[in-house]
């Protein structure tokens, strides 16, 4: 079924687009690229062939508890009072031949920007705007609290994350309101469900695969059931209306789209009152029959309405068979049955309003539930224009394809951008200057904030005539750390300068494909995955660096002292002393520790400087390879050109 040729190549594109690596910093990016993958996925099923079934009804219209019965699953979709889901499930049909298996969910999260795009919709505000989900949730609105929800969702279950129920709950998220947080923030759920063979055959669709897409109930002020509703794109080939004809509930037809052939599936038959009086009867049927006319009106010329009826408590064979089936609910079969009596003695115009559809769907449900008549509408109506349906599709999604390519592509950098980012960045100066500053700087700092230099100023200036000095008095110069000095001025350098480099390795790729600076481990080792060799290795060469300006400098020191003080038998004068000699063995201290730390770093930042220039040389052949991203998105537009043209010459 379908073109296989053009399935593979499908196949080949969604592969290569998977491969990409995305940046983070570029959500939009991100976003569009994500969409792009739905978009081949649905372009390579429709190919292939499928049916399509989108079932729409309002909350407590039992559309989950239908879809339960039509697929004699009892394990899929949450039913009952609180199970009330603001999520699209689209259920992928398998056909099983022995025991099935549970279904298999994936629970796909929101990317950034997708959010950002709910959340404005949510809050009616414009789509161009560029605020942050975060900025968003402060919006005044009465549908802020779900942007909120939303936005402490992201905590929990991430941006753009595929996860199954299980990890879903273990991250305290749900599918429903009742039972967890985080459905605002999930895009569509997916699943494989077995059908057994025995309960419903699928041959009816040839080969074709089925799908059937679950959308949130409706209900008064359900607003994010409505965008939801909304974001459901793909078209359908059959509408499963689930509207509720008893028990108070809204007595009003599902919005439905205009390609679709409809089945109109009255539900809560149980709760209608006397169907046994004639008026009555006549009454809801003539109401029905206004719908189905509604809804036929409301579509594209050529569309199909049938109408069934489905009662799950009638489908059982006894209590114990239905609390099998819906055990969370195990008091409804009993309450049920005097009304399947009623219905049997039912009060039939002969020239009913549907012309005797709903008769014939009431019986079908007094007989099975309804299942039956259901199963014979969908496959009746599964073959009636459905190439027709699936060429709109087709078109749409070409559409769809090019257009997120073009999106795409303003946020994919330019070979000749990253060309003239390693030029800018080859020619950027600052690390080598922001290191000498940065040097200076520490040097000035240690050496000028030691307490030495006070304590020998007041003795020497004291002694005017520049006479002798006290040996004493110059002892503090001998007593000096310069070794502490040194080790203290080379954190510090180390932790501005990596700062430094930070800022400026961000500076030339914080546009497009950024990558964290490296200069973390080549300036400053540190964090769990580093080695405790490398730690040692490094604490070693500060020592060794810190040790030889203490001996250098323990030199001009003693130098200084040495020639101020006479010798203990007083046979050597003393030389003259001022305090400028001081100040300027201060500033030859200063300097020499400066020549240190450069000479000490400077390694390190040509390093850094080099490893920036190999990345971008990185990216920009990474981005020209056939498998980057310019060259993926220009195959897949070329490929996506290449299919509108077709269809619009064999138009």
Request: charged share 25%; net charge negative.
């Amino acid at each position: 079924m379908g073109d296989t040729y053009l399935v593979r190549k499908l196949e080949k594109l969604e592969a290569g687009l998977a491969r990409l690596a995305l940046p983070a910093d570029s959500p939009v990016l991100v976003d569009r690229i994500g969409q792009l993958r739905v978009v081949l996925e649905r372009l390579r099923h429709t190919t292939a062939g499928e049916v399509r079934i989108v079932a729409l009804g309002a909350n407590s219209s039992l559309k989950s508890t239908t879809l339960r019965l039509l697929l004699g699953r009892d394990d899929i979709l949450s039913v009952g009072p609180g199970a009330v889901s603001a999520v699209s499930t689209e259920l992928r049909l398998v056909q099983d031949e022995g025991p099935t298996g549970p279904p298999e969910y994936k629970v796909v999260t929101l990317t950034e920007e997708g959010a950002r795009r709910r959340a404005r919709r949510l809050l009616d505000v414009e789509e161009d705007d560029r605020r942050t989900l975060e900025e968003l949730s402060r919006t005044p609105h009465p549908n802020v609290g779900l942007v909120q929800e939303m936005l402490a969702a992201v905590e929990q279950l991430g941006y753009g994350e595929t996860l199954t129920l299980e990890q879903l709950s273990a991250r305290e998220g749900s599918l429903t309101f009742s039972s967890g947080r985080g459905s605002p923030l999930i895009a569509r759920v997916t699943a494989r469900v077995r059908v057994p063979a025995e309960a419903w055959p699928l041959a009816w669709a040839a080969g074709r695969s089925v799908v059937i897409v679950d959308t949130p109930g409706t209900r008064k002020g359900g607003a994010l059931e409505d965008v939801v509703i909304a974001e459901t794109q793909s078209r359908a080939h059959i509408a499963l209306l689930t509207v509720a004809c008893g028990g108070g509930t809204q007595f009003t037809t599902p919005r439905a789209a205009p390609d679709p052939h409809c089945v109109f599936v009255a539900t809560r038959l149980d709760a209608v009152d006397n169907p046994g009086n004639a008026n009555s009867l006549r009454v809801l049927e003539t109401n029905i029959a206004s719908m189905v006319r509604d809804i036929g009106a409301h579509g594209r010329p050529g569309r199909e309405t049938r109408v069934a009826a489905v009662c799950g408590p009638w489908a059982a064979a006894d209590e114990a068979a239905w609390i099998a089936f819906d055990p969370d609910n195990p008091h409804i079969w009993k309450g049920t049955q005097p009304a399947r009596e009623q219905w049997r003695a039912a009060a039939w115009d002969p020239s009913g309003a549907t012309g005797g559809q709903l008769r014939t769907a009431v019986e079908g449900a007094l007989a099975d539930g309804g299942v039956g008549r259901l199963r014979e509408l969908i496959a009746e109506l599964a073959d009636k224009d459905a190439a027709h349906v699936d060429s709109l599709e087709f078109e749409q999604l070409i559409e769809d394809g090019i257009r997120l390519l073009k999106e795409a592509g303003g946020h994919v950098p330019a070979a000749g951008k990253i060309k003239r980012q390693e030029a800018a960045a080859r020619d950027d100066a600052r690390p080598i200057a922001d290191l000498r500053r940065i040097a200076r700087e520490q040097a000035d700092t240690a050496v000028y904030a030691a307490d030495a230099w006070s304590k020998v100023r007041l003795p020497v200036e004291q002694s005017r005539s520049g006479g002798r000095v006290e040996a004493e008095a110059l002892q503090p110069l001998r007593d000096l750390d310069v070794a502490g000095l040194a080790a203290g001025a080379i954190d510090g350098t180390r932790a501005e300068l990596t700062d430094a480099l930070a800022s400026w390795w961000a500076s030339h790729t914080r546009a497009d494909f950024a990558t964290e600076a490296p200069q973390a481990r080549l300036i400053a080792p540190h964090g769990p995955d580093v080695d405790e060799a490398e730690r040692r290795l490094r604490a070693d060469a500060d020592a060794k660096a810190a040790a030889q300006v203490d001996s250098m400098a323990r030199r001009l020191l003693q130098h200084l002292a040495g020639r101020h003080t006479t010798d203990d038998a007083g046979s050597r004068p003393a030389a003259r002393l001022y305090f400028r000699q001081v100040a300027r063995v201060r500033e030859e201290l200063a300097r020499l520790l400066e020549r240190m730390l450069i000479d000490t770093f400077e390694p390190a930042v040509v390093l850094t400087q080099k490893a920036l220039g190999e990345l971008l040389v990185q990216q920009r052949l990474a981005l020209v390879s056939s498998t980057g991203p310019v060259a993926v998105l220009n195959q897949i537009g070329a490929e996506l050109q290449q299919l509108s043209t077709a269809r619009a010459g064999s138009a």
